[in-house]
């Protein structure tokens, strides 16, 4: 079913507009709130600017905010005035627990419908990167031989025998 612009939620744009930068801006880490404006503007999803894009920008869709009073955790802010889409393994404040990360599929109009799958795909993409960068992580697993024949604290419970 495709949606009149009209009934876009102003969250679901911002995560439209949000997703549209980094799809076309692959490298980019984030974007300021005026360049997300800028887009918005510009893509006119909802055949105008609307007022209530700019308060979504910097507080309700924002994961790593205090609600107030939106809960979304669409956005996260990297720093003071910019924000990326939120992903899996961000921090979020404790009052966004258990919010919308991504608009509903029948949420999105349809020329958009194909950002929900780029997405997941971005996410996935973005996660394997961190942790073959990651030294620390690139470890995990690494060693599990060692005590693959007894429970952890066992092991550690022997190594640590004579320890004063």
Same mark, same amino acid.
């Not at 510009?42 to 924002?62: A, D, S, T």
């Not at 939106?70 to 921090?91: A, C, H, N, Q």
């Not at 919010?99 to 973005?126: C, F, H, M, Q």
């Given at each position: ?22 799809? %076309?801006?692959?490298?980019?880490? %984030? ?5 997300? @404006? ?15 894009? /700019? ?8 994961? =790593? ?24 393994? %961000? ?20 020329? /958009?419908? =194909? @950002? @929900?799958?780029? /997405? ?12 073959? =960068? ?24 022997? @190594? ?5």
């Amino acid at each position: 079913m495709k949606l009149a612009t009209s009934e876009v939620k102003v969250a679901t744009e911002v995560w439209i507009i949000t997703a549209l930068l980094h799809r %076309d801006h692959p490298k980019a880490r %984030d974007f300021g709130v005026q360049e997300i @404006l800028e887009r918005a503007d510009l893509e006119q999803i909802n055949g105008k600017l609307r007022p209530g894009v /700019y308060v979504h920008i910097i507080q309700h869709c924002v994961a =790593n905010r205090a609600p107030n009073p939106g809960r979304y955790r669409m956005l996260f802010e990297t720093s003071d005035g910019r924000r990326r889409l939120f992903r899996k393994g %961000d921090s979020y404040h404790p009052g966004r627990e258990g919010s919308k990360v991504t608009p509903d599929g029948d949420e999105i109009p349809a020329e /958009y419908g =194909n @950002l @929900l799958d780029w /997405y997941r795909k971005w996410e996935i993409e973005w996660n394997e990167r961190t942790v073959e =960068n990651d030294p620390l992580l690139r470890l995990r697993g690494s060693g599990k031989e060692l005590w693959a024949d007894e429970p952890a604290d066992e092991y550690v419970a022997r @190594l640590r025998q004579g320890w004063q």
